[in-house]
């Protein structure tokens, strides 16, 4: 690709500055696994996520719980039981209520649940069960909290996006989670990502072309097509993972065929087409960015970690330490540090 005609179209109708190499830091991203943990004993693990505030990881596995260890020593917390009756497939921490996780599991359910004493001694962290969701007729394969905590959002393969929103009872300051919009789909429904505003919830679908945009508040939809010549409305591969970048500018889109796109957020303008990532139909990429934008870390069927400079779609490096399939690939939320989860059993830190 020539990138000085779509760097220049990019900066002129979005008002973004390119910063060229010269101007940034081209070596911050992970090299090296720094800490690995069969922390699940011998289990599959197939999520993880970095607590927002505290050095905390929450990881899902095939045994049915989520733990909650400090991801710099290894060190379990807590396990959580009885929220799934079938393996954790996804979840996410709230970004404003320190000890609250939202679950999602191949039971066809989601949950949220709230921890206590995450910044106390160990023995006393205790949780609550604060919503079992049981609204879903296949198994939820994501789930999503708005960036305001307001709203989680689930996708499932029973080909539906369902959003529900956090309510407190008048009488008796009860939280709830009340469904507020179901969005049908043509097919299984693979990822969903909120944009960093909040006003946009975007799901991509297997077997279809098209970003869906859903505006908060309205749930309208809008709809881009992710194949380069917007004329073209063929399948050619789905959008299996969307990660935004840090400042939201950017939305990096993993399919099943070979190659991650990034496209300007909100539009279907492609800045970066990352190729040579070993991924198939029946692969599960997982990526995302690092703290700049400079790099993105894809994972692929080769059990490895391939890092793209953004600025030239070049390949950098390839983090090689598992030994089966990447389940999952998260960041640090604030520093260039990614966490891995692998049906190897084990989750490894990487810096």
């Known amino acids: 690709m020539n990138s000085f005609p779509v760097l220049t179209l990019f900066t ?16 911050d991203y992970a090299k090296a696994a720094i800490h690995s943990w069969d922390i699940h004993q011998g289990q599959n693990i197939l999520v993880s996520r970095f607590h927002p505030t505290l050095d905390l990881i929450a990881t899902g596995s095939t045994d049915r719980t989520v733990i909650i260890s400090n991801w710099k020593t290894g060190e379990k917390v807590t396990t959580i039981y009885g929220a799934h009756i079938a393996p954790i497939l996804a979840l996410d921490w709230h970004p404003t209520v320190e000890g609250r996780l939202a679950l999602g599991s191949l039971d066809n359910s989601a949950s949220v649940v709230e921890l206590h004493g995450l910044t ?25 909290w708005s ?9 499932s ?13 008048s009488d008796s300051g009860e939280l709830n989670y009340v469904e507020v919009k179901s969005f049908g789909q043509e097919e299984a429904v693979e990822s969903i990502v909120w944009t960093s505003d909040g006003k946009w919830l975007i799901a991509s679908v297997r077997m279809d072309n098209y970003l869906h945009y859903f505006e908060t508040g309205t749930w309208q939809e809008t709809k881009f097509n992710m194949n380069a ?16 970048s840090k400042d939201g500018k ?28 070993p991924n198939g139909d029946w692969s599960t990429p997982r990526a995302t960015f690092n703290q700049s934008g400079n790099f993105v870390y894809i994972s692929g069927e080769d059990k490895n970690i391939h890092i ?13 330490g598992h030994v089966s399939n990447i389940r999952d690939l998260c960041s640090h939320p604030t520093e260039d540090i990614i966490c891995t989860s692998s049906f190897d059993k084990t989750i490894k830190i990487w810096q």
């Open 12 to 27: 002129l109708f979005h008002g973004i500055e390119i910063l060229w190499p010269s101007q940034i830091n081209r070596d």
């Open 120 to 144: 106390g001694p160990k023995e006393s962290v205790t949780y609550d069960i604060l919503a079992q969701l049981k609204v879903h007729k296949k198994h939820v394969v994501r789930i999503k």
């Open 147 to 155: 960036p305001d905590g307001k709203h989680v959002a689930s996708a």
């Open 157 to 169: 393969y029973d080909h539906s996006v369902k959003v529900f929103e956090e309510q407190h009872s």
């Open 229 to 244: 010549a917007q004329h073209d409305d063929h399948v050619s591969f789905t959008a299996m993972d969307l990660q935004l």
């Open 250 to 277: 950017h939305l990096l889109v993993s399919t099943d065929k070979n190659r991650a796109i990034m496209y300007v957020t909100g539009t279907p303008l492609q800045v970066r087409v990352f190729y040579d990532v």
């Open 308 to 320: 793209f400079d953004t600025q030239s779609a070049v390949k950098v490096l390839v983090l090689s």
